[in-house]
């Protein structure tokens, strides 16, 4: 009596738990997307580096500004300074400085011609600023394309997981037939065993689909920055597929692909740069001016303003000519990769296009199949319960059943999919 009460206390309060626990509501892609965006560590990375190319432009364009420096310091000499002279044919010798002394500056230096250095770096700068703004966005994309695989994964799991419970479901309502036609004599005993070793794999086939959703749902997770055994509900809602041509999405990937933009800017970037090695050759002009202060007795002005106009100019050089060299066919690299590139999102597009019409035409005859399979089913099913088939004929259509079923799951999906690819490849997604 004692455990009956216990078990019913614990039938009750996991009711209660049921029942207080907050519902999880079913999520869309484009919740999905905005949640890996805020959380994902890539997408985080990308934004820093973004960030770390901004304060380079930033120092760049400071080399505009003049330059103030401060420095003070003490010296302290083993003898005193002094000069030596003639005067009216005798030697004679004084001091000119203390054996000890302190000295100060205050100077600020602004570059007035450059050879357009400071431009060249200031346009580089710039140019890679916006190739992590554009990267940025690349890893943007290409987190949302996970998101969206592992997205349709959990459906198509969760749709597996229903048509092989339907098959476990089916095949006891064909056990329970074949048993009955057993005990009237109908059958023989081999179509008893043959029947209970199809719902035996039916249902090792339940058990391996819910596993392989488990999988599919912590992947989920994990892309989202969750715990893993989060509970994942999902709704069956993807975005429209690009209604254009092929040669219209292609010209549109060719305008809009981040990739593109990234490689474009890193070859803006690395010809300026190189520009600017090659004009630290040329004269470099600059303006300099402050305060001094230098103690000394013997001084008649121990502190005193300057202005300074300097000219530094390399008249010869073994090494720049060679370094911006190699930086400029470092550019010429990046503009081979960005023509394979080119070609590549071409394919892309291509591919993605003809499996999205590849999987439509799946879909409306895997449901014409889906009606023909179930009306086989049922007509074959009658047949066996009057005696006209066999325990073989049912399974067979059995199996047709399930197959037509998970072929239009596959084909939904598989266009979905593609649907979603063909708008990364475009780069709209």
Not at 151 to 162: G, P
Not at 237 to 265: I, M
Not at 286 to 291: E, P, Q, S
Request: net charge negative; glycine share 4%.
């Amino acid at each position: 009596m004692l455990t009956n009460k216990i078990h019913l206390y614990a039938r009750l309060i996991s009711v209660l738990i049921g029942i207080c626990a907050p519902a999880v509501s079913a999520e869309t892609l484009e919740e999905a997307w905005s949640s890996a965006i805020d959380n994902n560590h890539q997408i985080k990375a990308a934004k820093i580096d973004t960030s770390a190319a901004e304060e380079q432009l930033s120092s760049a364009k400071g080399q505009r500004l003049p330059e103030f420096n401060v420095s003070s310091g003490y010296t302290q000499r083993s003898e005193t300074p002094g000069a030596v002279t003639q005067i009216d044919g005798r030697t004679a010798q004084f001091n000119t400085q203390q054996p000890g002394n302190m000295d100060a500056q205050a100077i600020a230096t602004l570059p007035v011609y450059t050879g357009g250095r400071i431009s060249h770096d200031i346009n580089a700068a710039e140019a890679s600023f916006q190739a992590a703004h554009h990267n940025e966005t690349t890893a943007q994309l290409d987190i949302k394309m996970q998101v969206a695989e592992a997205y349709i994964a959990v459906l198509r799991a969760e749709s597996s997981l229903q048509v092989a419970k339907s098959h476990v479901d089916s095949l006891k309502a064909h056990v329970t037939d074949v048993n009955n036609l057993f005990d009237q004599g109908m059958v023989a005993r081999n179509d008893v065993l043959a029947a209970n070793v199809e719902l035996v794999n039916a249902e090792q086939q339940v058990v391996q689909a819910g596993n392989r959703l488990d999988i599919a749902k912590a992947s989920y997770n994990r892309l989202l920055d969750r715990n893993l055994e989060d509970e994942v509900k999902l709704v069956k809602q993807f975005p429209e597929v690009p209604e254009e041509d092929l040669k219209a999405l292609n010209n549109n990937a060719l305008k809009q692909r981040s990739e593109l933009a990234v490689l474009t800017q890193q070859i803006e970037s690395l010809e300026q740069q190189a520009q600017s090695v090659k004009a630290g050759v040329l004269p470099q002009v600059a303006i300099n001016g402050g305060y001094q202060y230098q103690e000394n007795r013997y001084q008649a002005a121990e502190s005193m303003w300057l202005v300074n106009a300097g000219v530094k100019w390399k008249l010869f050089d073994g090494s720049t000519r060679h370094q911006s060299d190699a930086i400029s066919r470092q550019a010429i690299s990046l503009k081979e990769q960005r023509d394979d590139l080119t070609s590549t999102i071409g394919l892309q597009v291509r591919q993605s296009w003809l499996d999205y019409q590849e999987a439509q035409k799946r879909i409306a005859v895997t449901q014409q199949a889906i009606e023909q399979a179930e009306e086989n089913m049922r007509v074959t099913t009658d047949s066996y319960q009057q005696g006209l088939s066999t325990n073989t004929d049912v399974l067979k259509a059995e199996d047709l059943r399930t197959t037509s079923h998970d072929n239009f799951n596959n084909a939904n999906y598989d266009a979905a999919l593609a649907a979603l690819r063909l708008r990364r490849a475009v780069g709209i997604l």
